[in-house]
């Protein structure tokens, strides 16, 4: 049966394993106030242990959200899925955290644990993603033709406006249908080769007729094919239309 020092170890174990986290860890009671941090919580902040505990978080936190606002869920759930906020560096600069809060009792308290992350990087990321999209989109929006781009199941994941005149359609209504909806079965089954022709290592392209009002143009479409970002192992393909009609 374990005893008193084989207790005294595991505790120790523990506390070791939760003070050199990587995440950080902050106990408070239910009024909000720091009862204990980690090192990764003291670090994020460029301070110490002993200048947080004993304060209220909001002293930290640059988003405060009143202590009912942050237990009652907790009590009525037993946690809180995470969230956004901002806390307040050592220099006053604002480091953006993902917070998730659960709730534990020890002798006869309730205490709040929450465990944030730094998402600076994955915020900067999202920015960077976010201008070089726009600019991707003012660049295709410039080409004088259609241009669409495919998932590897042909669902459309991006058309420009001469894309939408051309098919009279709004580009959510595009995005929203399927390929074969969109362009007819017998497009699907061009579209099928132009894939396996593409991942073969070639660059296919196709003519069509397409009637637009009452007169009707030949569309010639050039394909290509780049990995997909967003979905390692998968690929996106675009397709470039204009009209060689003479």
Request: with cysteine; proline share 4%.
């Amino acid at each position: 049966e374990a005893g008193p020092a084989s207790e005294s170890a595991q505790s120790k174990r523990f506390r070791i394993l939760v003070e050199t986290a990587p995440v950080e860890v902050w106990v408070m009671g239910e009024d909000l106030q720091v009862e204990y941090v980690n090192a990764a919580a003291c670090d994020s902040l460029g301070l110490t242990a002993a200048d947080l505990v004993g304060r209220s978080i909001h002293d930290v936190d640059m988003r405060p959200r009143p202590a009912e606002a942050v237990v009652e869920p907790i009590v009525v759930l037993g946690h809180v899925a995470a969230f956004q906020s901002e806390h307040r560096h050592a220099d006053g600069h604002a480091v953006p955290k993902e917070i998730v809060c659960s709730l534990f009792e020890l002798e006869g308290r309730r205490f709040i644990a929450s465990f944030a992350s730094d998402i600076s990087e994955r915020l900067t990321a999202a920015a960077v993603l976010a201008e070089r999209e726009s600019q991707l989109n003012t660049v295709l929006e410039a080409f004088p033709g259609v241009v669409a781009a495919y998932s590897d199941s042909g669902k459309p994941l991006y058309v420009n406006q001469q894309f939408c005149r051309l098919f009279n359609r709004t580009r959510q209504e595009v995005l929203a249908l399927r390929a074969k909806d969109l362009l007819g079965s017998d497009r699907t089954t061009v579209m099928d080769d132009v894939i396996a022709r593409l991942k073969a290592g070639e660059s296919p392209y196709t003519e069509r007729s397409v009637r637009v009002g009452d007169a009707e143009i030949i569309l010639r479409t050039r394909f290509l094919v780049q990995p997909d970002a967003l979905r390692p192992g998968r690929n996106v393909y675009f397709a470039f239309g204009t009209d060689v009609t003479e």
